[in-house]
């Protein structure tokens, strides 16, 4: 080929190729399940225009609320110098906590959990949402703190089957015939029934039982559940001084012994032929663990084992992975009422949206998961009207973009739609993603050192999880403090 023909053939490659880039969206184009990419005009200049957020200074602001000294002013002792130093550590430093967002009606709710929490002697808090609670993480945190605060003990409740490797507040240990049926994900089609109790899930270790078919007595069935604490776990979550078992749906009488530091401290039967019910035990001091034994004809659906003080507060962890958070107009609702009846939560709080961001695709989508997340808040309202509720959004959260990890397309309105559904339905929000430091910040948590979060760019690691546990509780613990004040 002549030095002319090869000048012009490269010169047509290379009109070809910025042709293709200038028609390329910048985002690219779907084909099929890929999306296909060209280089920016910019790019290939060797600009690189992804900017990652500098949370530098978030992390160097970080502080525990609780360490700031209140000291009232002393005017005859003449106190009053260090009484300013005091109080203006605490206005500067608070200006740094990511506020919690809420309607005037939202701050009387909210305002009412706080009542609780100041004069009543059991507290409840419910804590849901997905992967990124799994294990414990960032519920541990919050229950301890807030246990600490004012009082109580014991992880509260927790699933008859662990479907989780590792939790951190506890151990479990359950003999091989126990099977857990969701009803979130990949939901069992042969349950006949929605009462799957308010963690989203039952567990059984005989097979279902039909409502329409005659039962007969044939197989013995036998099955031990133990949890047991965890010498990793913070203090007060290691101390169990009650024991409820909830259940329900078992054809025939099971015998149940539970046994405490070595002694059976208690046989009983559970009940045939209801729907639901409630076997309770104090246990003896200091128990740290517990195991239960069943046998009989036919297995109960277990909804959940709780263990925890029968004063101050009961925080429990509900892990539900790749939910979007809309189970709770999925269950039974009386059902559901019966056992929040017995639990009686003063405060939900509900951190969901992270599932929903891969899949969505345009503004109507998220309108819609809106509307869905929004039903499941007025469920909650209808079943528990004297709680409170405060919605977490999700963390900033990256897919990769040609070599470069970067937010999401959708993620930021997605939040600013949980964000509005939540206030409109006279919820409290608590904006992790802007907390954490917004658009692009996931990288950076990702590439900290030590690591914040996991190299999925998803979850946080532990480090990040107590991390923004602390952010959170400095937050409500402010929204307390405010309380306090407007009530003297």
């Excluded at 023909?5 to 042709?19: D, E, K, N, S």
């Excluded at 009983?268 to 076997?279: E, K, N, P, Q, R």
């Excluded at 009207?385 to 070599?403: C, F, R």
Aim: glycine residues 6%; hydrophobic residues 40%.
């Amino acid at each position: 080929m002549k030095p002319l023909q090869t000048l012009t053939f490269t010169l047509g490659v290379i009109a070809l190729l910025a042709g293709a880039m200038w028609l390329t969206p910048d985002d690219g184009f779907e084909v099929g399940e890929m999306t296909f990419h060209m280089p920016t005009f910019p790019e290939m200049l060797g600009a690189d225009d992804v900017e990652y957020t500098d949370v530098s200074e978030i992390l160097a602001q970080q502080f525990e609320i609780d360490s700031l000294v209140d000291i009232e002013v002393d005017t005859i002792a003449g106190d009053t110098v260090v009484e300013v130093i005091h109080r203006a550590d605490y206005d500067t430093l608070v200006q740094s906590v990511r506020r919690i967002e809420m309607t005037d009606l939202g701050r009387e709710n909210m305002f009412r959990f706080f009542r609780h929490l100041k004069s009543d002697s059991l507290v409840r808090i419910m804590h849901y949402g997905d992967s990124q609670i799994e294990g414990d993480r960032i519920t541990s945190f919050l229950r301890n703190k807030l246990q600490v605060k004012f009082g109580g003990t014991g992880v509260g409740l927790r699933p008859a089957l662990q479907p989780y490797d590792y939790v951190f507040s506890a151990y479990q240990k359950n003999s091989d015939n126990w099977k857990r049926y969701p009803i979130y994900g990949k939901v069992d089609s042969t349950v006949e029934h929605s009462r799957y109790g308010v963690m989203g899930a039952f567990s059984r270790y005989a097979p279902l039982a039909s409502d329409t078919i005659p039962f007969k007595d044939s197989i013995l069935f036998e099955a031990e559940m133990n949890v047991s604490k965890s010498d990793i776990s913070y203090k007060r979550t290691r101390e169990y001084e009650n024991m409820r078992l909830f259940y329900g749906h078992t054809k025939r009488p099971v015998a149940v012994q539970l046994i405490a530091r070595g002694d059976t401290v208690l046989s009983d039967t559970l009940l045939s032929d209801t729907t639901y019910a409630v076997l309770e035990c104090e246990l003896p001091d200091s128990t740290s663990s517990v195991t239960l034994k069943f046998s009989g004809y036919d297995g109960p659906d277990v909804y959940g084992i709780e263990l925890a003080s029968k004063k101050g507060v009961i925080m429990d962890n509900i892990a539900l992975r790749g939910s979007s958070g809309t189970i709770f107009t999925k269950a039974d609702y009386q059902h559901s009422l019966k056992m929040y009846k017995d639990l009686n939560p003063k405060f939900f709080i509900l951190q969901f949206g992270g599932n929903v961001i891969p899949y969505i695709k345009d503004k109507k989508a998220i309108e819609r998961y809106g509307r869905w997340f929004g039903s499941q808040i007025q469920r909650i309202n209808s079943l528990c009207p004297d709680a409170a509720i405060l919605v977490i959004g999700p963390s900033d959260m990256s897919t990769k973009v040609k070599d470069k990890y970067v937010t999401y397309k959708h993620l930021p309105d997605v939040v600013e739609t949980l964000k509005q559904v939540a206030l409109e339905n006279n919820c409290a929000y608590w904006d992790m993603y802007e907390a954490m430091g917004g658009h692009n910040s996931m990288p950076s948590w990702v590439n900290a050192q030590p690591e914040l979060a996991r190299p999925d760019y998803v979850h946080f690691s532990a480090r990040g999880a107590r991390l923004i546990a602390n952010m959170f509780y400095n937050a409500l613990i402010l929204e307390y403090n405010n309380y306090l004040e407007e009530e003297m």
